[in-house]
Structures are given as structure tokens and as C-alpha cells.
């Protein structure tokens, strides 16, 4: 087993392959280990140079709304009037507190996701 660290794209790309090689160790073997190893090397390589940013809150209210087969009119009862919901999906208007307890409550949006600016 030789590991090293991952400092730039060649050794992520050899670090990829090698970790193809052995994606089926068996836990508490050599290669096991190694993948372990390797699979946390992986991640903070990509974590430092592939960073994904978390999507700004109308973003994510809009594919919640999606994935729960929502429309704008069912969320009067978390936000207010229709023409407020409008005003907030069109970034007319900015959530309060009081609507983003309400959509993290109803929709399971993580708070740090609805509480950024936009």
C-alpha cells in the first residue's frame, strides 16, 4: 500500500483509479485500509478544489416546491397573501424570519440555506 498525498489533478486522477481498482476491499484487509485511506483523500482534495456552494434561498424553496409537486399558491399558508409569495419568488421581497421558520418547518430547508442573502 502506497499512499500519498493528493496535490494536484494527476494525483486525483491516479488516486481515482487506483481507488476503482479497489472499491470492493473488504473491510479489516490491506486493500481495505488503503481504501479508506484513499476515499478520505478523495473527499478533501474535492472538498478544497470542487467546493459546492449551497444555492441561494428562492433556488432551493423552487426545488423543494418541485420535488413535493408544489405551486406558488400552496405556499400562502407559510409565507402570506398570494401577491406577497409572488413578491418573494420574484426577489421582489426578502424572507423574514417568521416565513423562514415556516418553510424550514414545512419544507425542510435547512435555516442556513434560507437565512442567505440574495
Not at 491516479?14 to 479497489?22: D, G, Q, S
Amino acid at each position: 500500500m502506497e499512499i500519498k498525498p493528493i496535490r494536484n489533478e494527476a494525483d486525483y486522477k491516479n488516486a481515482l483509479e487506483r481507488l476503482e481498482v479497489i472499491f470492493d476491499a473488504k473491510r479489516g484487509t490491506e486493500e481495505g485500509d488503503e481504501l479508506e485511506i484513499l476515499s478520505i483523500l478523495i473527499d478533501n482534495y474535492e472538498s478544497e478544489n470542487f467546493p459546492i456552494e449551497m444555492p441561494d434561498p428562492i433556488s432551493a424553496i423552487n426545488f423543494r416546491m418541485e420535488q413535493m409537486g408544489l405551486k406558488q399558491k400552496d405556499l400562502v399558508e407559510m409565507i402570506g397573501f398570494k401577491s406577497r409569495v409572488s413578491e418573494i419568488m420574484n426577489k421582489k421581497r426578502k424572507l423574514t424570519l417568521d416565513m423562514i421558520r415556516k418553510l424550514n418547518a414545512s419544507l425542510k430547508i435547512p435555516t442556513e440555506v434560507l437565512i442567505q442573502d440574495y
